[in-house]
């Protein structure tokens, strides 16, 4: 049994975690597959390609991460999780900072709340990493090695 098998109870996924990377899927799959245009007042004060960008990243973030929570490996399940998160992370803050910056104080809100999910997202793609530095520090203890 891999040292990465977690009961998925107690890997520190939480249903707030979950519920946020479906959102982001529903919410940005409409505007990759072009129903729906790109949000109003920030797609006004940016290049559309921009709003189009983040919504495909948004998406790729969000399915990967949710791929690894899902993944039977875990091991393989975790990499996938903190990669998605990763670039969901990245891609939200410099989103929120790029619509503070052309849209000014009236995108406050908004870019709050993207660029708070992304660093949330950021700090467990950093947890994650922890737990792996953990479990391949156990496994050099078990195999009698040094740090």
């Given amino acids: 049994m891999s040292p990465y098998r ?7 996924r939480h249903p707030f975690e979950l519920f946020a990377l479906y959102l982001a899927i529903l919410v940005s799959l409409p505007t990759v597959l072009g129903l729906v245009p790109e949000p109003g007042s920030i797609r006004e004060a940016l290049p559309a390609w921009i709003a189009t960008v983040w919504a495909w990243a948004m998406l790729l973030g969000a ?3 949710l791929a690894g929570v899902y993944w039977r490996d875990r091991a393989s399940g975790l990499i996938l999780e903190q990669l998605g998160l990763g670039v969901f992370g990245v891609t939200n803050i410099i989103y929120a900072g790029a619509a503070l910056y052309a849209v000014g104080l009236s995108s406050i809100i908004p870019a709050a709340m993207i ?3 992304g660093a949330a997202c950021l700090r467990r793609y ?3 990493q922890q737990i792996i530095d953990s479990v391949h520090e156990a496994e050099r203890v078990q195999k009698g090695q040094k740090p």
């Fill in 115 to 117: 660029g708070g999910f």
């Fill in 63 to 65: 399915s990967t991460a």
């Fill in 126 to 128: 950093f947890q994650i």
């Fill in 6 to 12: 977690v009961d998925s109870r107690l890997s520190g």
